[in-house]
């Protein structure tokens, strides 16, 4: 069974940061590329970030909202995906979901930027 | 980017009555290799989206069968063949074919 467990939200102040963790498992890790998707109160899914396995060069992909502030990053020996937060707005506030092939999500962790 | 616009954004529905949805792409979602990268999700309130089908017409394992996909190209449709009070939330289509993947707006599906 595949099971995404994400961590590292909480309340941060703007232009604070943050690192979101998602620990993987049930799956073979090392062959899936690996996203963050974002839902504000009330609102659709956006794409965050994704990065791509090994066998494509562990390519990124951010969304402009968050380019040169966010960074994703994964460790493949222990089945770990992040989301470096740095320069936080308000408008970042949001519920981050880790996802596999973007069928598989985790529970998902609330960041509220907020002074 | 690809964009997927879905409509209804809204439908309302009796209990056992069915009900189509439609995500339509600003563009092929047929991929190089053969495949058509189009999901729907689920999202139940309270809930994380939750995968109902995946390339187009696969249905994931444990979803019950009165949810069926179908379509090509740019156009696609989610049926419900009878809904149920647990199929009540927010549904969403999704394309990884091109890259970034994108999502439709969503269309929440409530009791009459």
């Known amino acids: 069974e595949v099971q995404l467990v994400e961590s590292g939200g909480g309340l941060v102040q703007p232009k604070g940061s943050l690192k979101l963790s998602c620990a993987a498992s049930?799956?073979?890790?090392?062959?899936?590329?690996m996203s963050w998707v974002r839902q504000a109160p009330g609102k659709g899914l956006d794409l965050v970030a994704d990065?791509?396995?090994?066998?494509?060069?562990?390519?990124?992909y951010y969304a402009d909202s968050v380019k040169d502030r966010f960074t994703i990053s994964r460790d493949d020996s222990q089945s770990m995906v992040y989301l470096q937060m740095d320069n936080l707005k308000t408008e970042d506030t949001a519920l981050y979901y880790c996802t596999v092939v973007l069928g598989y999500w985790g529970q998902g962790v609330m960041v509220t930027v907020s002074s | 980017d690809v964009v997927l616009t879905q409509t209804p954004p809204t439908l309302s529905a009796t209990i056992g009555q069915s009900v189509s949805i439609s995500c339509r792409s600003s563009?092929?979602?047929?991929?190089?290799?053969?495949?058509?990268?189009l999901n729907w999700l689920l999202q139940r309130p309270g809930q994380p989206p939750q995968l109902l089908i995946y390339l187009v017409s696969r249905l994931e394992s444990g979803v019950p069968n009165r949810f069926s996909g179908s379509g090509s190209g740019t156009d696609f449709t989610l049926k419900i063949s009878g809904v149920e009070a647990e199929d009540l939330g927010v549904y969403y289509c999704v394309q990884s074919t091109h890259a970034p993947p994108t999502f439709g707006g969503g269309t929440k599906l409530e009791l009459k």
């Open positions: 563009q092929s979602l047929l991929h190089s290799n053969g495949n058509t990268y």
């Open positions: 049930g799956f073979d890790f090392n062959s899936y590329g």
């Open positions: 990065i791509s396995s090994k066998s494509y060069n562990y390519a990124t």
